[in-house]
């Protein structure tokens, strides 16, 4: 049972730099999120995706890109890395928004910006 | 807009020690209650819920009930173990809208 898969999981990035976060789930979910969690602010929502061919921003959205390939998968990219994202990132995967729905983690990536 | 507060970290008890992580939410309309746990270096989880007022969420000794007059959530464990340390983290699903998360109370248990 994979779940969802992310990658990497570990990765440091010098200033400028860009990169890209993969995130794919095997559950035929409709909905995926990218959080981040930092130290004393529990996991803001970046950008997430409701279903395949939309995205909307969440919480924190300046400084990021998604892209919602099909419905497996959602990808969040860094366009020019900053030490402000230095963070533990976070994908994640529904079966609907709808209240009573359960969203699942992957196991988080950990990216540091030098 | 929809938050939820709980109460802040660290919480630091002996083995078999009773367990409280108080939780309060504000929220438009009738949200779902969630607790996840998060143990070192690994994702969340979905530890327990609740979809509606005066249920009552259960799992792995830890139970949280849904209050609505006190627009609670409180997380309780009779008997705490060293396997319960870890990060717990409120959160409430209301409507269309995503998961909105408390910012976590990282709990260690002592032997």
């Known amino acids: 049972n994979a779940g969802v898969t992310q990658t990497p999981k570990f990765q440091v990035l010098k200033t400028g730099q860009s990169m890209t976060l993969q995130c794919a789930q095997d559950?035929?979910?409709?909905?995926m999120y990218w959080y981040r969690q930092d130290p004393g602010m529990g996991l803001r929502l970046i950008y997430y995706?409701?279903?395949?061919?939309?995205?909307d921003k969440g919480e924190v959205p300046n400084g990021y890109n998604v892209s919602r390939l099909n419905k497996r998968e959602f990808s969040l990219r860094l366009e020019s890395a900053a030490p402000s994202q230095t963070s533990v990132y976070f994908c994640?995967?529904?079966?609907?928004?709808?209240?009573?729905?359960?969203?699942?983690f992957g196991e988080g990536s950990w990216l540091t910006v030098v | 807009g929809d938050s939820v507060t709980q109460m802040e970290g660290p919480v630091t008890l002996s083995e078999e020690a009773f367990l409280t992580i108080n939780c309060t939410y504000t929220?438009?309309?009738?949200?779902?209650l969630f607790w996840y746990v998060q143990y070192p270096g690994e994702g969340l989880q979905l530890l327990l819920k609740?979809?509606?007022?005066?249920d009552k969420g259960s799992n792995k000794g830890f139970e949280a009930t849904y209050r609505k007059e006190t627009t609670s959530f409180h997380l309780e464990k009779g008997s705490v173990q060293v396997s319960d340390s870890a990060v717990y983290f409120c959160?409430?699903?209301?409507?269309?809208?995503?998961?909105?998360f408390g910012k976590g109370t990282r709990l260690s248990v002592i032997a």
């Open positions: 995706s409701a279903s395949e061919g939309t995205t």
């Open positions: 609740a979809t509606k007022a005066d």
């Open positions: 559950m035929n979910h409709n909905s």
């Open positions: 929220a438009t309309g009738y949200p779902s």
């Open positions: 994640a995967s529904s079966d609907a928004t709808s209240s009573g729905n359960t969203i699942y």
């Open positions: 959160a409430l699903l209301s409507g269309n809208t995503p998961l909105v």
